[in-house]
């Protein structure tokens, strides 16, 4: 399995950013592709995944309503997860990593229950 994060970069508080995640070689039944993000000296947090059956979503409390997960029609095996960002503030900073699991359905956003994992891409939003 493969996932390439791109689309971070600097941004102004109140501004929008798009990530996007390009996954492969998911050769399962079903699996979840997950959002998460770490800021400096902080545990990394699950923000939002979405599944393979069906698309269901979920988020976390702190981009409820802000973020949107949603991925394309590519075939189960190669598909993008895109991460559409709204109304960013500083306190989203953090580098923003993609995640897929391969586990029992329905996906949480527990890190530990990812299995693969991107390189991230940085996310910088100043005040």
């Known amino acids: 399995v493969q996932l390439v994060e791109s689309g971070g970069g600097l941004v102004r508080a109140g501004e929008s950013l798009r990530l996007s995640c390009a996954a492969s070689g998911l050769t399962f039944p079903e699996y979840a592709i997950g959002w998460f993000r770490q800021a400096p000296g902080k545990e990394r947090e699950g923000i939002a995944t979405i599944s393979s059956r069906d698309g269901p979503t979920y988020y976390s409390d702190s981009v409820k309503g802000r973020f949107i997960i949603y991925r394309d029609n590519g075939n189960s095996a190669k598909t993008t997860v895109y991460l559409q960002m709204s109304r960013l503030t500083p306190e989203d900073t953090a580098v923003y990593f993609c995640?897929?699991?391969?586990?029992?359905?329905?996906?949480?956003?527990?890190?530990?229950?990812?299995?693969?994992w991107g390189q991230g891409t940085q996310v910088t939003v100043s005040s």
């Open positions: 995640a897929a699991d391969w586990g029992p359905y329905p996906p949480d956003l527990f890190p530990y229950e990812y299995d693969a």
